[in-house]
């Protein structure tokens, strides 16, 4: 009788188990579907990883003293000295150029504001 009893908790557990693993997939993607198909009809591009669609900005190359004149920012497009300069806390004045998307921006990025050049960080 208790080997019966052992034999049927053990079999329901095994059953719950391969239910619980089996019963229902995880979604691979969670980003849905449409989305990247959506972005690019309304002229955007898709970056996958970020789940973000960015747009161009119709005014990149644009010359710019500050981001307000741009869609998006005002790049300052800087040599590796100037990145070296502004690193070590040195100021930079400059014109810079509209950047090429007006939604999107990097991890950092050099700007252009009131002609100063500032290194500006999104996470």
Do not use: H
């Not at 059953?15 to 690019?40: G, H, M, Q």
């Not at 990149?60 to 869609?71: D, M, P, R, T, V």
């Not at 690193?87 to 014109?95: A, E, F």
């Amino acid at each position: 009788m208790v080997a019966v009893l052992a034999a049927a908790l053990i079999g329901g557990w095994l059953i719950f188990r391969w239910l619980t693993y089996t019963c229902c997939s995880e979604p691979t993607n969670k980003t849905p579907a449409n989305a990247e198909v959506a972005c690019e009809e309304k002229g955007g591009s898709f970056i996958e990883e970020l789940e973000v669609c960015k747009f161009p900005a119709s005014d990149a190359g644009k010359i710019c003293n500050n981001s307000s004149e741009c869609e998006g920012i005002c790049d300052a497009n800087l040599s590796s000295e100037e990145i070296l300069q502004i690193d070590k806390g040195g100021q930079i004045k400059k014109t810079g150029t509209c950047g090429q998307w007006n939604n999107f921006f990097e991890r950092c990025s050099f700007t252009v504001e009131n002609g100063k050049v500032g290194k500006v960080c999104v996470d």
